[in-house]
Protein backbone atom coordinates (compact mmCIF):
# COMPACT_ATOMS: atom_id res chain seq x y z
CA UNK A 1 0.00 0.00 0.00
CA UNK A 2 1.01 3.39 -1.00
CA UNK A 3 2.27 4.81 2.52
CA UNK A 4 3.35 8.78 1.45
CA UNK A 5 1.69 11.44 -0.20
CA UNK A 6 3.96 11.35 -3.06
CA UNK A 7 3.17 7.38 -3.78
CA UNK A 8 -0.75 7.74 -3.78
CA UNK A 9 0.00 10.53 -6.37
CA UNK A 10 1.07 8.70 -8.58
CA UNK A 11 -0.88 5.67 -7.76
CA UNK A 12 -3.82 8.24 -8.28
CA UNK A 13 -2.76 9.63 -11.33
CA UNK A 14 -2.33 5.83 -12.92
CA UNK A 15 -5.82 4.79 -12.12
CA UNK A 16 -6.91 8.27 -14.27
CA UNK A 17 -4.62 7.35 -17.00
CA UNK A 18 -5.88 3.91 -16.70
CA UNK A 19 -9.58 4.50 -16.83
CA UNK A 20 -9.35 6.79 -20.27
CA UNK A 21 -7.57 4.02 -21.91
CA UNK A 22 -10.22 1.05 -20.49
CA UNK A 23 -12.75 4.22 -21.63
CA UNK A 24 -14.33 5.01 -18.56
CA UNK A 25 -14.27 8.98 -18.76
CA UNK A 26 -16.33 11.44 -19.55
CA UNK A 27 -14.72 14.46 -20.83
CA UNK A 28 -13.88 16.90 -18.08
CA UNK A 29 -16.10 15.00 -15.68
CA UNK A 30 -16.16 12.15 -12.63
CA UNK A 31 -13.66 11.85 -10.19
CA UNK A 32 -11.40 9.57 -8.47
CA UNK A 33 -9.76 10.78 -5.38
CA UNK A 34 -7.56 8.78 -2.38
CA UNK A 35 -7.00 9.86 0.92
CA UNK A 36 -3.62 11.56 2.22
CA UNK A 37 -1.69 9.42 4.02
CA UNK A 38 -0.86 11.33 7.71
CA UNK A 39 -3.97 14.09 7.08
CA UNK A 40 -6.64 13.18 8.28
CA UNK A 41 -9.30 14.68 6.34
CA UNK A 42 -7.66 15.93 3.09
CA UNK A 43 -7.60 13.87 0.34
CA UNK A 44 -6.65 14.37 -3.45
CA UNK A 45 -8.82 14.87 -6.77
CA UNK A 46 -8.50 15.70 -10.22
CA UNK A 47 -8.23 19.73 -11.25
CA UNK A 48 -10.99 20.79 -13.20
CA UNK A 49 -10.95 20.81 -16.85
CA UNK A 50 -8.10 18.70 -17.40
CA UNK A 51 -9.15 14.94 -19.12
CA UNK A 52 -8.15 11.99 -17.49
CA UNK A 53 -5.47 11.69 -19.76
CA UNK A 54 -3.59 14.73 -18.75
CA UNK A 55 -3.77 13.93 -15.00
CA UNK A 56 -0.47 13.48 -13.09
CA UNK A 57 0.95 13.38 -10.53
CA UNK A 58 1.68 16.92 -9.63
CA UNK A 59 -1.38 18.36 -11.08
CA UNK A 60 -3.71 16.96 -8.62
CA UNK A 61 -5.61 18.84 -6.11
CA UNK A 62 -5.57 18.69 -2.08
CA UNK A 63 -8.85 19.52 -0.71
CA UNK A 64 -10.83 19.24 2.48
CA UNK A 65 -14.07 17.71 3.70
CA UNK A 66 -15.32 20.96 2.94
CA UNK A 67 -14.77 21.55 -0.11
CA UNK A 68 -11.99 23.60 0.36
CA UNK A 69 -8.44 23.68 -1.66
CA UNK A 70 -5.74 23.85 0.80
CA UNK A 71 -2.70 23.38 -1.24
CA UNK A 72 -2.18 27.19 -1.61
CA UNK A 73 -2.55 26.13 -5.80
CA UNK A 74 -6.67 27.90 -6.12
CA UNK A 75 -7.24 25.23 -8.42
CA UNK A 76 -10.69 24.58 -9.98
CA UNK A 77 -12.72 21.84 -8.55
CA UNK A 78 -15.86 20.37 -9.98
CA UNK A 79 -18.31 21.23 -7.24
CA UNK A 80 -19.93 17.66 -7.67
CA UNK A 81 -16.74 15.83 -7.14
CA UNK A 82 -16.25 17.95 -3.56
CA UNK A 83 -20.01 16.91 -2.59
CA UNK A 84 -19.93 13.13 -3.22
CA UNK A 85 -16.04 12.29 -2.24
CA UNK A 86 -15.69 14.66 0.28
CA UNK A 87 -18.90 12.94 2.09
CA UNK A 88 -17.93 9.12 1.64
CA UNK A 89 -13.90 10.35 2.57
CA UNK A 90 -15.66 11.66 6.00
CA UNK A 91 -18.56 8.86 6.37
CA UNK A 92 -15.65 6.08 5.54
CA UNK A 93 -12.29 6.37 6.94
CA UNK A 94 -11.32 3.02 5.57
CA UNK A 95 -12.15 4.44 1.90
CA UNK A 96 -8.74 5.51 0.94
CA UNK A 97 -9.69 5.82 -2.41
CA UNK A 98 -13.55 6.64 -4.13
CA UNK A 99 -14.27 6.33 -7.51
CA UNK A 100 -17.28 7.56 -8.96
CA UNK A 101 -17.17 6.85 -13.34
CA UNK A 102 -20.02 7.79 -15.94
CA UNK A 103 -18.55 4.43 -17.39
CA UNK A 104 -20.86 3.25 -20.12
CA UNK A 105 -21.73 -0.77 -19.12
CA UNK A 106 -22.17 0.71 -15.64
CA UNK A 107 -24.61 3.71 -16.04
CA UNK A 108 -26.38 1.38 -17.99
CA UNK A 109 -26.66 -1.37 -15.21
CA UNK A 110 -27.78 1.41 -12.21
CA UNK A 111 -30.77 2.02 -14.85
CA UNK A 112 -31.88 -1.56 -14.01
CA UNK A 113 -34.01 -1.61 -10.43
CA UNK A 114 -32.82 -4.85 -10.05
CA UNK A 115 -29.39 -3.82 -10.25
CA UNK A 116 -26.23 -6.35 -10.57
CA UNK A 117 -27.01 -9.98 -10.55
CA UNK A 118 -25.43 -13.08 -9.99
CA UNK A 119 -24.75 -14.00 -13.81
CA UNK A 120 -20.59 -14.39 -14.03
CA UNK A 121 -18.10 -15.08 -12.22
CA UNK A 122 -17.19 -11.40 -11.92
CA UNK A 123 -20.51 -10.26 -10.43
CA UNK A 124 -20.02 -12.91 -7.61
CA UNK A 125 -17.83 -10.39 -6.18
CA UNK A 126 -20.14 -7.81 -5.63
CA UNK A 127 -22.99 -9.10 -5.45
CA UNK A 128 -24.76 -8.08 -2.30
CA UNK A 129 -21.95 -5.82 -1.63
CA UNK A 130 -23.30 -2.78 -3.84
CA UNK A 131 -26.22 -0.28 -2.49
CA UNK A 132 -28.32 1.68 -4.44
CA UNK A 133 -29.16 5.35 -4.05
CA UNK A 134 -32.12 6.92 -6.14
CA UNK A 135 -31.39 9.77 -8.36
CA UNK A 136 -31.82 13.16 -7.47
CA UNK A 137 -30.41 15.15 -9.79
CA UNK A 138 -27.41 16.66 -10.04
CA UNK A 139 -25.34 15.38 -6.69
CA UNK A 140 -24.74 19.04 -4.92
CA UNK A 141 -26.55 19.26 -1.60
CA UNK A 142 -25.68 18.49 2.17
CA UNK A 143 -29.09 16.29 2.52
CA UNK A 144 -28.37 14.08 -0.26
CA UNK A 145 -25.05 13.49 1.16
CA UNK A 146 -26.24 12.05 4.00
CA UNK A 147 -28.84 10.01 2.21
CA UNK A 148 -26.12 8.65 -0.40
CA UNK A 149 -23.47 7.73 2.36
CA UNK A 150 -26.28 5.86 4.21
CA UNK A 151 -27.02 3.95 1.45
CA UNK A 152 -23.41 3.16 1.40
CA UNK A 153 -23.17 1.94 4.51
CA UNK A 154 -19.85 -0.29 4.93
CA UNK A 155 -20.28 -1.88 1.43
CA UNK A 156 -17.75 -1.47 -1.42
CA UNK A 157 -19.91 0.64 -3.44
CA UNK A 158 -23.15 2.14 -5.21
CA UNK A 159 -25.27 2.12 -8.03
CA UNK A 160 -26.34 5.99 -8.35
CA UNK A 161 -29.82 4.97 -10.30
CA UNK A 162 -29.73 6.81 -14.08
CA UNK A 163 -25.98 8.12 -12.93
CA UNK A 164 -23.14 5.91 -12.72
CA UNK A 165 -21.20 3.58 -10.14
CA UNK A 166 -19.19 4.66 -7.24
CA UNK A 167 -16.77 2.58 -5.91
CA UNK A 168 -14.33 2.68 -2.63
CA UNK A 169 -11.17 0.81 -2.11
CA UNK A 170 -8.65 0.41 0.78
CA UNK A 171 -5.92 1.16 -1.59
CA UNK A 172 -6.47 3.25 -5.05
CA UNK A 173 -5.57 -0.34 -6.82
CA UNK A 174 -8.36 -1.62 -4.92
CA UNK A 175 -10.58 0.65 -6.01
CA UNK A 176 -9.45 0.60 -9.37
CA UNK A 177 -9.46 -3.21 -9.64
CA UNK A 178 -13.17 -3.45 -8.29
CA UNK A 179 -14.50 -1.23 -10.90
CA UNK A 180 -12.79 -3.44 -13.27
CA UNK A 181 -14.80 -5.89 -11.97
CA UNK A 182 -17.68 -4.01 -11.67
CA UNK A 183 -17.58 -2.74 -15.39
CA UNK A 184 -17.22 -6.16 -16.92
CA UNK A 185 -20.00 -7.63 -14.78
CA UNK A 186 -22.22 -5.27 -15.54
CA UNK A 187 -21.32 -5.80 -19.34
CA UNK A 188 -21.64 -9.33 -19.30
CA UNK A 189 -25.01 -8.94 -17.60
CA UNK A 190 -26.70 -6.47 -20.24
CA UNK A 191 -25.15 -8.53 -22.99
CA UNK A 192 -26.99 -11.99 -21.73
CA UNK A 193 -29.85 -9.96 -20.43
CA UNK A 194 -30.30 -9.32 -24.16
CA UNK A 195 -30.46 -12.55 -25.73
CA UNK A 196 -32.66 -14.00 -22.57
CA UNK A 197 -34.95 -11.27 -20.79
CA UNK A 198 -35.63 -13.44 -17.96
CA UNK A 199 -32.04 -14.15 -16.79
CA UNK A 200 -31.41 -14.61 -12.89
CA UNK A 201 -28.02 -16.53 -12.84
CA UNK A 202 -26.83 -18.89 -10.08
CA UNK A 203 -28.54 -19.36 -6.71
CA UNK A 204 -27.89 -16.61 -3.49
CA UNK A 205 -25.63 -19.83 -1.68
CA UNK A 206 -23.55 -20.36 -4.54
CA UNK A 207 -22.82 -16.80 -5.15
CA UNK A 208 -22.34 -15.78 -1.39
CA UNK A 209 -19.81 -18.88 -1.54
CA UNK A 210 -18.32 -17.40 -4.36
CA UNK A 211 -17.35 -14.26 -2.88
CA UNK A 212 -16.18 -15.94 0.25
CA UNK A 213 -13.99 -17.87 -1.91
CA UNK A 214 -12.66 -14.37 -3.65
CA UNK A 215 -11.98 -12.40 -0.78
CA UNK A 216 -10.65 -15.56 1.67
CA UNK A 217 -9.62 -13.47 4.73
CA UNK A 218 -8.81 -10.32 3.65
CA UNK A 219 -4.98 -10.42 3.76
CA UNK A 220 -4.88 -9.96 -0.17
CA UNK A 221 -6.89 -7.30 -1.71
CA UNK A 222 -8.41 -6.60 -4.69
CA UNK A 223 -5.50 -5.00 -7.04
CA UNK A 224 -2.85 -6.17 -4.69
CA UNK A 225 -1.29 -8.59 -7.40
CA UNK A 226 -2.62 -6.75 -10.63
CA UNK A 227 -1.43 -3.26 -9.63
CA UNK A 228 2.54 -3.79 -10.63
CA UNK A 229 0.96 -5.13 -13.79
CA UNK A 230 -1.12 -2.06 -14.33
CA UNK A 231 1.65 0.38 -13.62
CA UNK A 232 3.37 -0.96 -16.47
CA UNK A 233 0.49 -0.41 -18.71
CA UNK A 234 0.11 2.93 -17.79
CA UNK A 235 3.95 3.77 -18.16
CA UNK A 236 4.04 1.86 -21.59
CA UNK A 237 0.67 3.62 -23.13
CA UNK A 238 0.50 6.85 -21.14
CA UNK A 239 2.96 7.92 -20.03
CA UNK A 240 4.11 11.03 -17.93
CA UNK A 241 1.67 9.85 -14.96
CA UNK A 242 4.18 10.30 -12.60
CA UNK A 243 5.48 13.51 -13.12
Known amino acids: MASTEHEV ?15 WDDGIYTHLSAAVPGEPGVYLINRFGLLFEEVCASNLVKVNMRGEVVDGSAAPVNPSGF ?4 AVHAARPDAACVIHLHSP ?3 ALAALPEGLLPTSQWAMRLCGRLGRHDYEGLALG ?6 LVAALGELDGLLLAHHGPLIVG ?19 QLRAMAAAPSLRGVDAGLAALTYRQW ?5 VRDGDLEWPALLRRAQRLSPGFSD
Open 9 to 23: RIDLAAAYRLAALQG
Open 83 to 86: AIHG
Open 105 to 107: WAV
Open 142 to 147: REEQAR
Open 170 to 188: RSVAEAWQLMHILERAAQA
Open 215 to 219: VGDGS
